[in-house]
Every structure is written in C-alpha cells, then in structure tokens.
C-alpha cells in the first residue's frame, strides 16, 4: 500500500482517493505536497473521501494523502488560555510569525507552545494509584487560572516515578504511570484528544445553579443556569453579537471559550482588542486571561469551520475536568449548520429541509448534549454552559437551523428587529423568549436573594403581558380611552421597558447590573405600581401622578444609582411615598 | 512539455467537459484555442481522476466537439499588478481594454486572495466624513469597514456612492494617499458611464481603476470581476499604502451569476436556487476589507446591491447583511417623496460606529444623539401607524409632537441633494435643534449633562 493513496478526484474542499483500504473512518490525513490537513469523512469500497480544511486550489489527481492513524484531535495543555486559534486549533499568532497578515496554506503548528517553560508542581507522589481524569501536576496558567494537568480519561494506573517541582515543556515527562497491565507511560504536561468525543464525566448533576450574566433581561426574566444552553437567534443587525460580546466579558463562569465561526475578521480583531483592555472586576485582571478564542471567519475554509464547534468544546470540557465553570459563546451555529451543508452538497447527499442534510437535527443535539453541571472524574464539579447564537436566514425562526436548536436548548433568547430599530438593547423580545430553567433555580434565587425576588419578577412579567394585551388596543383606538387603571400599567410598563429591560452596554454603571441592584430596581418600580394603583383606585387622575415626575425618574435610575451605592434607592421609596401622599391628601 | 488537448467531451451551458487530461491542477487556468483563430480563457472547477470541468470565461458560443484545442497553462488565475493600474479600465476578467496595452507587471497576486489572519487585523476606528448627515451620525463609515448600499430598482444609489466618493476625498487629509476601485457587475453601459463621467467630474479619474463587466459580458466573467478588483485594492492598500475605496455594484448580478454557473454544474440548490455556498463566496469578498497591523492602507467597500423586488430576506441582501458591518437601506416611500439620499433609517446600522464616535473622533453627545434620534424616529412610525388608524386630530400631544418631528426629520436632516456636504458639527447640531421639537422628558436616551448642554429650549415659543 506504501505511499500508494493519492489524489483522484478534486471538488471544492472535498477530495477522493479511489481503491484503497488504508483509512479509517474521521482519520485525519495530509493531503498533497503542502501537506494540507484533511479528515475522511466517507468510506466505501470504491473510494475513500476527504475534506480538507484549507483551500485545495493547485492540488492534481496523483498528490499523494498520507493518513496519520489518529482521529482528528487537539493537544490540550497549558498555553491554551489568553490564546487565539483558528477552526482546527492551530495558534494564529503562530501562523503569522510563518506566513505573515495573510494565512498561508500547510501551516505545520502545534496548539501549544512546545518552547515555553511552565512553573509545575507536582501533586502525587510515587506509589499513588491514579485514575483518568485524576490531577497529578498544576501550573499557573494565567495569573487567575491554574492549570491542573489531568491523567487522560481513558488511561489508570500506579505511579511509577515522579520528577521534582520546577520548570518544564508541555512534552517533558513529569510523572510514570505503570497500568493494570505493566505498561508504562509518561504523563507530560498535555495529552492529545479527539475533538469529536466527548470527554466522559463520573455522573451529570442538575443545573441548580444560575450563570450570573449582570444582564437585566437575561438574570430577572429569562434566566440561564451552569451547564446549562441557550439560543440566541437573531436578524441581523438585531445584536447578537454584542449580546454574546457583553455575556462574554460579565458572566461569572470561570473560563470563556469564544467561536467565531463563520463570522467577521473585525468582530474577532475587536474582541481581541477589547478583552484585553477590559479589566475583570472579579480578579482585577485582564479579561483575556480567562478566554480562548477560536476564530474561523467566513472566508476562511468551510471545512475548518465546521471543526471549529468541536475544536471550541474540547477546550471546554478538558477545563470542566479540571473543575471550572466554562461558558461557550457559538457565533453563529448557523454558519456551522451551513459548513455542513456545504459539505454535504459537495457529497451529493440527498438533502431534507433547505438543502440541510437530513442529519442537521443529530448533529445539533449532540453539540448541545455537551453543555452540562457535573461531578468529573476527580471528583470536582464542573460545568459548560452553551450559549449558541443563530442567524436565520431572512429573519424567518422557522427555518430548520432555529427550529431544530429551539429543541435542543432550555433558553431562547429571541431577538427582535423592531426593538432593534429602535436602538432598545439587548433586543431580547420578552414576549417570544422563554427560559426554561426558572422552576430549576427558583431555589437558589430564594435561598441567596430571598422570596420576594420570585415575587418581584412575577410582578414584572405579569405587567409586560398586560401591557402588551393592551397595546393590541392602542393600537387601534389610541391610548385616550383606556381607563386609568390601564394607563398606568401602560406607564410602569415603559418605566420597565425603557428603565429596566434596556440596558446601555457602554455606560459604566449600566454595563454589569449586580443581582442585588436588579431585585432593588424591580422592588422600587413595583412599589410605585402599588402605591399608585391605590391613588387611581380612589380616582385620583394618573395625569397628576405623572406630573410627580417618578416614572422619569425612575426610567433613569439605572444611570443614578451606581452600583455601589444600592442604599440610594431607599431614598427612591421614601420620595416615591412623600409624592404620592403629598397628591392624596389634596 | 506543453500538451494540446483536441476537442471536448461535453458542452453544457458554460461549463466543457474534456477526458484523458493528465497533470490538471484544482482552479487552473486554461486557454482553449478555437480553429476560427480566435481563444478564451477558461479554469478547472472539477477534477474526477482524468475526466475534468472547466468553466469558460466568454462562453461556450460556437464551441463544438471538435473545434478546439486546450492547453493547461499550469498555474492559478493571476492578476499582473503594478502602479500603473491607477486610471486604467478593465474587463471583468482582469485584462486591460482601454487601448493603452497590457500592464508590466510588478508582482502577479492570485485573484482568489488568501484571508486575512484575524489576530493581524487592526480594529478600524478612525471616520470618514462623507459630508452626508444621515450617514454621518447615525450610519457612520468607518475606514476599513464594508457597508453595503441595499437599494432597489430605480433608487439613486449610484447617486449617493458618488456623492460619497466625491465628499470623502475632500475631507481626507492623506489625499494623496487616497484612490477608488471600481467593480461594475452586469450592469448598464450608461451606469457604468455615469460613474466614470463622474470620476472624472471630481478629478479623481486618474485615482480610479475600473473593471468593467456590463450587462451583456460574459456571465462567468463577472464572477471573477470583483475579485480582480479586490486583488487590486488589496495591491494599493498593502503594498502601496493607499486608503482604497472599493464600490462594487451590482452584487445581485453577481449572486445570479453564481447561481446560474452553479446550476449548470448540476450542485443541490438552497433557497431561491442560490447555491449553498452563497454565503462562504460572497464572505470571500467582503472580507477582504480591512486594515493589517504594519500597513498604512486601508480596504474600505461600499458593495450596492438592489434587492429584489425590494425584499429585505431575499438571499443576497439577507447573507451579505450577515457578513458586512451593516447596511445602508435605501427607503422607496422616501425615494417616492423626492427625498436624497432616501436612507431609510431605521433598518440601516453602522456595526463599527460605536468605535469610531464620541470624544476625541467626532464629538462627546453623537452616540447618545444618535441613540435617540433612532428611538424617537421609531416612535415617529408607530404614530403615524396610529394617525392611520384613528386620524391625526385624535392623537395625543405628545404623538402629535412625534409626528412635527418625524416630517421635520425627514425633509431637513434626511433630505439634503447631491451637492450639500455638511460637516459632522453641522449635522450633529441639526440633529439636537430636530431633537428639541419633542419635550426633554421625552429623551430617555440622553443623559442631563448633555441634554442641558446642547437641548435647544423652545419654550419662547
């Protein structure tokens, strides 16, 4: 068979080999001189195929594919955080020291930088049994996170021998391992895994806890937990990407694993310039040093972009395993459910809905099926929450890619282009959006926040549906004839809508909102709901209530109160009730 | 050894089909002698062992089975390239046809390009002053950004790309550094003379290299046009660091034309018979606006594209306004009133706008401004829908103010012809004087700082 596999066929990214037995199914292959890096993705007695992750212009029938008896994988190790890599982990800081602005073609790079020296100390000693999943060494990754280097899932054993702290290469062995059959194998800085397997886990825990994002809309009314997965579709235009940017850089997860996949070169080049001049206010560090980025733009090969989800959550789990809550940011799965498609045209597969293949829905759930809370293999918890953005084409959520991941995440967070038009973001519409993780974690905002966080949030969204039952009537009559009772939820909703649900991404204070400022300025708009339906109640006119000013004042409170002063809004309730009382005693 | 392969094995529409090739490359490049004397150019798009699909870049008019010769001429399609090509006009396929002979070149470039490897790219943040007050403060253009023009039929985009053209320039302090690239993809003669009389109205014809595919050019040809262009932007802005503008029109013609090359390879159509590779193509394009880190240049585009029967979903403006960074949506009802440039505001965005504004670019009250400017004009349409429904005498005061607004909006700030190049300040104080038509309380998107700085009190009134 030596060096007998070559080249016969040539469409787009997808090239076949005929007459051969030498590969097995996903192997990932070099294809021609350049060495292009290529995975088999079809097998049958006639012929092998393969797609390639870079451009194949200049590839001959006759270029020989050399297959390399592994899976398609990524070597995990430290270096990974505070880096940027393109669909099928490759580093591009590295790939621009080789070929320059431009990304050229057979870029030979390892993910990891196999130079640099890691500060490591070991954690077992000789004699100790270790298992998969189990730490044996740690290093500081960045100045907040600490790598712990995990004995690959599917390897146990004795430890034979162990070097002393000190400094080492991700290849330098650091500890022996004799397994259950007296093979012996050196555990290193990093091992290699296959993007397409998902890592195991010991058990799956329930998603009990919430992913703070500092988001109003998200935290009060739609709220996500830990491991928990949310679609964001959206127009375009409509903000996805700056609700992903915002989730990104507030939500409390440990670790952040950014997918640009299939999207802009500047978006990536902002979140690169951005992340790294944002400071975390948990750690005082910048933002960067607890992110991955993997970016595979739109025009680069369609083939790594559909790598680039699984390259993105391999990353995610192996710092799971290491017991950190990670948060995926997808943007956007439909280029990926695209990629496929591509892939699956150029295979001359028969197509079910808009050209999708007919295995879109499986490839969907078993992406999503990844994100979970769970107990790892040592022990820890950890967790991977995914939050998948979702462009449909022409706006329309009834096409496949929208209908399809509707069903496989809790969240949908469906954005709107009449509030986007309207510059009211995030353009999250809270009438067609719908978490369902509330009844999950009504426990733990009871516990840390109190009952009354419940109550103040049903409050809320009972005045949202109310008002919006009541702009159907506006609409067609005009707000004159409603009687005031109505009018005045058709106020405090606005105070909601405008004072609440919007929030100003570039305001200082706005940006990131504390839960308990979130449960304060709910508790401040709905005492003034109260106080004032008992005014109109005994007839006193809602135009004089207005006139107080209150509900401008409250629409702005968001910018007034900062963060740090929530004893403001004791304040607010005192002059909400001298107003109010100073009208009923006229 | 140069081998002439004789005749063809298939014809079918403009693809030719030839067997017993050895040697042939992906996306290489082919001349096809026909025995009348005359040649075309053609490129591998397929290869299944010795059997290969070339797409002829004329056409397959008068080809037989018999009446040819190929030769592969072993490399990629190329684009000669060198400073000369400021001033010069050229097919769709890249060659020279004003008469004044090919170019010597300094470097041949691909016309496929290579994609820009993210982490070189510099974030764009510095403004264009177009001189337009629709596009300055609420749609601003940014340096290195791509922002499509989407309009319809019968709309004055061309108008407006040149009026871009023309006040851009004036306000650029590198001037010298500063030239146009532009793409004509199946469009009329007399558009394509409209640009170049007007190219050379405002001086800048020597600035300009233009590719030319009209509409009655080769089909195929107009599917490498704008790359031709781009190689040559990417040419001035990062070897000759030049700030390039790129206009590209019609981009519907162009999407047509990959459907209708796609369909004659026989590929599985998606929607509307666009193949499913719409998107990664036309990202192939866009993308290549930007600015790299080390270069002075600058890829700015300002692709036009005329949207089906005014169809804001239909494929090629709905994929194209999920690669550009925004849009400029050109508005009928507005076109319909005599109102230039129509800029329908409401559904066009500016996605590097928020970089490039405020302190220390424009001015500290544009983003605010802007803000509200948007939400109030939001407000304008949902009272006018009411206005609709129940008359204007029933409205409220308040919608009733938002109506004196929006007409206001509309004629003064909207409107404002071809010649009008207003400043950035001139724009942003008419946008508070319209701003100060609606009572104070209502400008929930400003803060009191700046509404007691620039709010113009009409209370005299």
């Not at chain 1, 016969?8 to 005929?18: A, D, E, F, M």
């Not at chain 1, 079910?352 to 769970?374: D, I, K, Q, T």
């Not at chain 2, 500063?178 to 190219?199: H, I, L, P, Q, W």
Request: with cysteine; glycine share 8%.
């Amino acid at each position: 068979m030596d060096n007998k596999n070559v080249i016969t066929g040539i469409n787009g990214p997808v090239v076949t080999i005929t007459d051969t037995d030498a590969f097995s199914m996903l192997e990932m292959v070099y294809v021609g001189d350049e060495r292009l890096i290529g995975e088999v993705i079809d097998i049958t007695d006639k012929k092998t195929t393969v797609q390639v992750y870079e451009d194949t212009t200049g590839l001959k029938p006759g270029d020989i594919v050399e297959g390399t008896h592994s899976p398609m994988g990524i070597l995990l190790g430290p270096g990974i955080m505070d880096n940027i890599f393109d669909g099928i982990g490759r580093p591009l800081k590295a790939i621009e020291e080789i070929s320059g602005a431009f990304i050229s073609r057979g870029a030979a790079v390892s993910s990891l930088d196999e130079n640099r020296l890691w500060n490591v100390q070991l954690c077992v000693k000789a004699g100790d049994k270790l298992s998969g999943g189990s730490i044996y060494a740690t290093c500081e990754e960045t100045e907040i996170i600490q790598h712990r280097c995990i004995v690959p899932p599917d390897l146990s054993g004795i430890v034979e021998s162990v070097m002393p702290d000190g400094q080492y290469k991700v290849n330098d062995t650091v500890a022996v391992l004799k397994d259950n059959n007296g093979v012996r194998h050196n555990l290193t800085l990093c091992h290699y895994w296959p993007i397409r397997t998902p890592r195991p886990v010991k058990k799956r825990l329930p998603a009990t806890i919430p992913l703070v994002t500092g988001q109003r809309v998200i935290d009060t009314l739609l709220p996500i937990a830990k491991g928990g997965s949310a679609a964001i579709p959206g127009g375009f235009g409509t903000g996805k990407t700056m609700t992903q940017h915002q989730l990104a850089k507030w939500c409390d997860a440990d670790i952040i694993v950014y997918i640009g996949c299939g999207e802009r070169g500047n978006e990536m080049s902002q979140v690169l310039s951005e992340f790294s001049e944002l400071i975390d206010p948990k750690s005082n560090r910048p933002m960067t040093d607890r992110t991955v980025l993997i970016a595979n733009t739109s025009n680069m090969p369609v083939a790594a972009r559909e790598a680039s989800i699984y390259t993105g959550i391999t990353i995610a789990e192996y710092y799971r395993d290491m017991g950190y809550d990670v948060a995926i940011m997808a943007d956007s799965t439909s280029r990926w459910a695209e990629a496929l498609r591509e892939i699956s045209g150029r295979l001359e597969e028969m197509p079910a809905e808009e050209g999708f293949p007919a295995y879109l829905p499986s490839r969907l759930s078993e992406f999503y099926e990844r994100a979970g809370r769970v107990k790892v293999l040592s022990g820890k918890e950890g967790s991977v929450t995914i939050i998948g953005a979702v462009s449909p084409q022409g706006a329309d959520f009834s096409e496949p890619v929208t209908q399809n991941t509707k069903r496989f995440t809790r969240c949908f967070w469906a954005l709107d282009k009449s509030l986007a038009y309207a510059r009211h973001y995030p353009a999250i519409n809270w009438m067609t959006s719908y978490s369902e993780y509330f009844s999950d974690l009504d426990n733990w905002f009871a516990t840390n926040y109190g009952e009354d966080f419940i109550r103040l949030r049903q409050s809320v969204n009972y005045l949202l549906h109310e008002e919006d039952r009541l702009m159907e009537i506006v609409k067609l009559i005009g707000s004159d004839v409603l009687p005031d009772d109505q009018k005045l939820i058709i106020e405090v909703a606005r105070v909601i809508r405008v004072g609440f649900l919007q929030q100003n991404a570039f305001h200082q204070e706005d940006t990131y909102v504390p839960l308990e400022k979130q449960k304060k300025m709910m508790h401040v708009i709905i005492h003034l709901y109260q106080k004032a339906k008992v005014l109109v109640s005994t007839s006193i006119p809602i135009s004089r209530i207005t006139q107080t000013g209150l509900f401008d004042k409250l629409t702005k409170m968001k910018y007034d109160i900062p963060n740090d002063r929530l004893d403001m809004f004791d304040d607010y309730i005192e002059q909400i009730d001298t107003a109010l009382a100073s009208i009923s005693h006229i | 050894m140069i081998i002439d392969y004789l005749g063809v094995k298939e014809i079918n529409g403009s693809l030719i089909v030839l067997d017993g090739i050895k040697n042939a490359s992906y996306e290489e490049i082919v001349d096809i002698n026909l025995d009348n004397g005359t040649s075309r150019r053609g490129r591998i798009v397929q290869i299944d062992g010795e059997r290969i699909v070339v797409e002829v870049f004329e056409g397959t008019r008068s080809i037989s089975l018999n009446n040819t010769k190929t030769r592969l001429l072993g490399r990629p399609m190329e684009m000669p390239l060198s400073p000369e090509i400021l001033g010069r006009v050229f097919n769709g396929a890249g060659k020279p046809i004003d008469g004044l002979g090919d170019i010597f070149p300094h470097k041949r470039m691909n016309i496929n390009g290579t994609p820009i490897n993210p982490v070189s790219r510099t974030y764009p943040h510095n403004f264009i002053n177009t001189g337009i007050s629709t596009i300055d403060t609420l749609i601003t253009l940014i340096r290195g950004q791509k922002l499509p023009i989407f309009s319809g039929s019968g709309m004055r985009h061309n108008e407006l790309a040149v009026q871009i053209i023309r006040q851009a320039k004036l306000s650029d302090d590198e001037q010298q550094n500063f030239c146009v690239v532009f793409a004509a993809m199946g469009v009329k003669n007399d558009v394509a003379e409209y640009f170049r009389k007007s190219f050379e109205d405002s001086g800048v014809l020597q600035k300009v290299v233009m590719f030319l595919n009209l509409s009655n050019d080769p089909i195929i040809e107009r599917t490498l046009t704008p790359r031709c262009a781009l190689t040559a932007a990417e040419y001035l802005a990062f070897e000759m660091d030049m700030h390039v503008l790129v206009i590209m029109t019609d981009i519907t013609s162009y999407a047509e034309a990959v459907r209708e090359f796609s369909s004659s390879k026989g590929e599985i159509p998606s929607r509307k018979g666009y193949p499913g590779y719409l998107y990664s193509d036309l990202a192939s394009l866009y993308e290549r606006a930007g600015m790299i880190k080390g270069h002075k240049g600058s890829v700015t585009q300002i692709p036009i594209l005329t949207m089906p029967n005014d169809d804001i979903t239909h494929p090629v403006p709905d994929l194209t306004g999920y690669i550009t960074e925004g849009q400029i949506v050109l508005d009928r009802s507005l076109e319909g009133q005599g109102i230039y440039p129509p800029v329908g505001v409401l559904p066009s965005l500016s996605r590097l706008m928020k970089d490039g504004i405020g302190e220390g670019f424009t001015r500290e009250d544009h983003a605010p401004l802007a803000n509200q400017l948007f939400a109030a004009y939001a407000k304008v349409m949902d009272a006018r829908l009411l206005a609709s429904v129940i008359g204007e005498d029933e409205l409220s005061a308040i919608d009733k103010k938002y109506l004196q607004f929006g007409r206001e909006f509309e004629s003064v700030f909207v409107n404002q012809g071809l010649t009008d190049n207003r400043s950035i300040n001139d724009s942003l104080n008419l946008g508070w004087k319209l701003i100060s038509l609606l009572p104070r309380s209502e400008l929930d998107r400003i803060d009191d700082a700046l509404l007691d700085k620039y709010y113009v009190n009409n209370d005299c009134e």
